[in-house]
Structures are given as structure tokens and as C-alpha cells.
């Protein structure tokens, strides 16, 4: 009897506790969101309308403050959106307690400074935009550590290399690095991010070959690698990309012939190798005997050095709008069914050694 007082006794104090502590930390959890968007606050350098200044004020909840979004269930910070808003200022290690966080939308300001560690804290985290700004420095490793995160955008900042990421990012759909001054070998993390569908790293200083482990990103539909210094030939292991929709090597050194399998992928509408050293013949079944026929709309492999004749079977990629073949070293005539053509809106073919015998028949059929 006595004993099962003290038990009891002991149990309520013990649920007491627990109370107290579960709603201490709740409280104290809001109050850390609230330092987190404080920290930054203080971090603005520029606030063009003084919007920050004027809405972010502790006298109301944070859950009111403009671009500040919280979970109706826990109160606390979901999303973040502060784009657009002409903010300088630098990004404070104190983002990364805001431990509930799902979206960051950053893009379209003037931060600059290098991205604190403390962000692969963000565990929750499925999409972050730092598109347009001037971030510098590394990419931490540890944003590349969020297993929730599906799409991650730093197009147009200043940032320099990707350090040490290893084997992580196994849900991210969507990459882009693009307009960047990232140097050396394309990251090998980023060939391990399996799921990806989207990946963009146009106008950097990459260097060295196409990794043929790019061929094991089966779910690929954009591919977009253009403007930087990859040489080398093009792998045959991206005919492994059976979902690709766009692929775009322009503007780099690549050499030799471009893979047959390529013309395969039945999915493949645009094609742009334009300002390569590309070499070799093109396929002559091309069209004919490839399941891509019905798709292919633009093809444009202008300024390389490919030689031969134009594919004759090319009339049979009926849907194509777009075809740059100029300042290459083709030669022979212009295929006599080009104007069976008839969604044809470019056809760029000087600076080639081509015999124009069929072009106003070809033209003819165009233009009716
Ligand atoms: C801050 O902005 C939000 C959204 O525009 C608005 O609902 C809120 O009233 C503003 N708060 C203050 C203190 O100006
Ligand atoms: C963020 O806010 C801007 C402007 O209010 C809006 O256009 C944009 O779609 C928002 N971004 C996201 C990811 O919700
Ligand atoms: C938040 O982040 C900062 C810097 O990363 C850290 O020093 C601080 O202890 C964190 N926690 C709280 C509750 O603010
Ligand atoms: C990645 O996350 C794991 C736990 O989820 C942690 O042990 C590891 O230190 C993290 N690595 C980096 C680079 O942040
Ligand atoms: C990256 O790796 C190098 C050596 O492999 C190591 O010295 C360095 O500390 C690592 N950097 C980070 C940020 O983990
Ligand atoms: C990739 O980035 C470049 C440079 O910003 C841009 O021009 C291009 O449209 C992007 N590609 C795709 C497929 O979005
Ligand atoms: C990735 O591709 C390489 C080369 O194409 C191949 O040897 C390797 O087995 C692939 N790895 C995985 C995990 O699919
Ligand atoms: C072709 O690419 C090179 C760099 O590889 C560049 O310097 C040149 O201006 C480009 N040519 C054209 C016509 O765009
Ligand atoms: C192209 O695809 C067709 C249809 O799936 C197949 O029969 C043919 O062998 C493929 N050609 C090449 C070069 O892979
Ligand atoms: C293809 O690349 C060239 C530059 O190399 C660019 O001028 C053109 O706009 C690109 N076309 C498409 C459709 O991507
Ligand atoms: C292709 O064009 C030629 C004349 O240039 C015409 O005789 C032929 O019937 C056309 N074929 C198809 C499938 O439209």
C-alpha cells in the first residue's frame, strides 16, 4: 500500500517532468528559429525597401513575418522564401538551427561570402535556391549530406570547387551549378546522385573528359554541360540514358565521332554539340532505323570538323525544326528529301563543301 503511493507518487512526478522539459524545448525551439531569422536579419547590409527592418519585428510572431512560412501542427519555421527582395548581406551559421526547415528560397539578391557548414544541419531540407547571387568559395559538403534534399540551385554566383562530397545527395533530382567558376574534373559525387534528372553545370572551367559514369544516371532527361574545357571523345556510355530529353556538350573541345547510340534514345529531342572538334561521319540510318526519328527537333552540330555526306535518311526525323550542320567539312549534295521536311525552320548549312543540285527542289517542298 505504501510502497504503491511512493511508486505512484514517483510516476507523477516523473510525468510532470517530462512535461516540463518536452515543453521547454518546444519553447525554447521557436525561440531558436526566431534567433536564426535574427542572426540573418542582422547580417543585411542593404534592404532597398526596408522591408526586413520594418516586418521582421519582435513584437509580432515570427510565423508573421514576410517570407517566413511555419508548420500549422509544431510552430515552427517550414519555409523561408526571401527572393527577389534586393537584399545584400552574408549567410549566418545560426541558418542551420532552423532545424524544421523544408524550403530556402535565397535566389535573385546580392549575398556574397562563402556558405556556413551548419546548413547540412538542415535535415529536413528538399529545396534550396541561391540562384543570383554572388556566393564565393566552396560548396560545403554537407549540403550534399541531406538525404531529404531534391533539388538544390546555385546558377550564377561566384563559387570556385565542391570539397570532399562523398557518396551522398541519393535523392536529388535536380542540379544546377551553372555560371559558376568551378574548375577540375566534373565532381564524382555528383555521378552517384542516382536519382537525378536535372543537371546543369553550363559556363564553368570544368576540365577533362566526360566521366563514363555518367551513363550509370538512367533517369537523366537534361544534360547540360556546354561552355567549359572537357575534351576528350564522347562517351558511348551516355547511350545508356534512355530518358534523356536535351543534351548539351556546345562550346568545349570535345573530339571524334559522336556516338551512333546517341541516336537512338527515343526521347532525344534537341541535340546541340555546336563549337566542338568533333570528328567522323554521322550515321547514315540515323533517322531511318532508329526509334528517335519521331522526336528529334533540333540537331545542331555547327563548327566541328565532321566529314562525309549529309544522311540521306535524314528526312525520316519528321519533326525536326532546327538543323545547324554549317562550317564543317561535309560534302557531296544536299539530300534530295530534305524538303520532305516540312516542319523545317533552319537549315544552316554553309561552310561546307555541299553541291546545292536538289536545294530549290528542297526548298520548293519547304516552303509549301
Ligand atoms: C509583415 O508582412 C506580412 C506579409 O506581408 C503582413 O501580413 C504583416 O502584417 C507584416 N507585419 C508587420 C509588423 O508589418
Ligand atoms: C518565393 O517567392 C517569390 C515571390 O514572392 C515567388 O515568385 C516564388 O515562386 C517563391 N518561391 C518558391 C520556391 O515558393
Ligand atoms: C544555433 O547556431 C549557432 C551557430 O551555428 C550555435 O552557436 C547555437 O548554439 C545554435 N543553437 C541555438 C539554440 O541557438
Ligand atoms: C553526414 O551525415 C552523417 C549522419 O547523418 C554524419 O555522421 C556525417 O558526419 C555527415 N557528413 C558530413 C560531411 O556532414
Ligand atoms: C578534404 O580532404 C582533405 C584530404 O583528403 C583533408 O585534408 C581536408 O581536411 C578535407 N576537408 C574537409 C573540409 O573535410
Ligand atoms: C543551363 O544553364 C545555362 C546557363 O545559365 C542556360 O543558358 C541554359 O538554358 C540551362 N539549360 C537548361 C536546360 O535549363
Ligand atoms: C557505373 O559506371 C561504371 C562505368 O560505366 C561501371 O563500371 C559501374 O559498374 C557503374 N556503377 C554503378 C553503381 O552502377
Ligand atoms: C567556341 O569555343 C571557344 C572556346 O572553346 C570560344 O573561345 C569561341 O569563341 C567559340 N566560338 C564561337 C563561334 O562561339
Ligand atoms: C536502336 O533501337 C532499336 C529498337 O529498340 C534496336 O533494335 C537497335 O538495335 C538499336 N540500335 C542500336 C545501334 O543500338
Ligand atoms: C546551341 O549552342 C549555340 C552556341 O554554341 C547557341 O548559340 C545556341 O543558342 C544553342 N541552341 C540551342 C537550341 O540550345
Ligand atoms: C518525299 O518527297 C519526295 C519529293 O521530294 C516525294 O516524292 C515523296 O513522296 C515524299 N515522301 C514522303 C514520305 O512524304
Known amino acids: 500500500m505504501e510502497t504503491n503511493q511512493t511508486l505512484r507518487l514517483f510516476i507523477v512526478c516523473f510525468l510532470l517532468h517530462s512535461l516540463t522539459s518536452i515543453s ?9 528559429d526566431r534567433d536564426a531569422l535574427l542572426a540573418l536579419k542582422a547580417r543585411i547590409t542593404h534592404d532597398p525597401d ?9 513584437s509580432t510572431s515570427i510565423c508573421n513575418w514576410i517570407g517566413v512560412t511555419c508548420g500549422v501542427r509544431h510552430h515552427r519555421v517550414t519555409a523561408l522564401n526571401i527572393s527577389y527582395l534586393g537584399l545584400t548581406g552574408t549567410i549566418p551559421p545560426q541558418l542551420g538551427n532552423l532545424s524544421f526547415l523544408a524550403l530556402l528560397a535565397i535566389n535573385d539578391n546580392n549575398f556574397y561570402g562563402s556558405l556556413p557548414y551548419e546548413l547540412g544541419r538542415l535535415c529536413r531540407l528538399k529545396y534550396i535556391n541561391f540562384n543570383y547571387n554572388q556566393l564565393s568559395g566552396k560548396v560545403p559538403s554537407s549540403i550534399f549530406n541531406i538525404s531529404s534534399l531534391q533539388e538544390l540551385r546555385f546558377k550564377h554566383n561566384r563559387l570556385l570547387s565542391m570539397v570532399n562530397v562523398s557518396g551522398t545527395g541519393h535523392n536529388l533530382m535536380s542540379l544546377d551549378l551553372s555560371e559558376n567558376s568551378l574548375e577540375g574534373e566534373i565532381p564524382s559525387f555528383i555521378l552517384e546522385c542516382k536519382q537525378l534528372q536535372f543537371l546543369n553545370l553550363t559556363f564553368n572551367n570544368f576540365r577533362g573528359g566526360i566521366p563514363k559514369e555518367i551513363g550509370n544516371l538512367t533517369k537523366l532527361k537534361t544534360l547540360s554541360i556546354g561552355l567549359n574545357k572537357l575534351q576528350g571523345e564522347i562517351t558511348q556510355e551516355l547511350g545508356n540514358l534512355v530518358e534523356l530529353e536535351s543534351l548539351i556538350l556546345r562550346d568545349n573541345v570535345l573530339t571524334g565521332q559522336i556516338p551512333s547510340l546517341l ?6 529531342w534537341l541535340i546541340n554539340f555546336t563549337n566542338n572538334s568533333l570528328t567522323g561521319d554521322l550515321p547514315h540510318n540515323m533517322c531511318s532505323d532508329r526509334r528517335q526519328a519521331t522526336v528529334l527537333k533540333k540537331l545542331l552540330l555547327s ?18 525544326t532546327i538543323v545547324g550542320l554549317s562550317y564543317n567539312q561535309f560534302r557531296g549534295c544536299i539530300p534530295r528529301n530534305i524538303g520532305n521536311l516540312t516542319k523545317l525552320e533552319v537549315l544552316a548549312l554553309g561552310g561546307n563543301n555541299i553541291i546545292g543540285r536538289y536545294l530549290i527542289e528542297s526548298i520548293n517542298n519547304i516552303i509549301q
Do not use: V
Not at 24 to 32: A, E, F, G, M, P
Open 50 to 58: 526596408n522591408l526586413l527592418a520594418k516586418n521582421w519585428s519582435t
Open 263 to 268: 541516336f537512338n534514345i527515343s526521347s532525344l
Open 24 to 32: 521547454s524545448l518546444s519553447t525554447k525551439n521557436i525561440i531558436t
Open 303 to 320: 563548327i566541328n570538323q565532321i566529314t562525309g555526306t549529309i544522311p540521306y535518311d535524314l528526312w525520316q526525323c519528321r519533326e525536326l
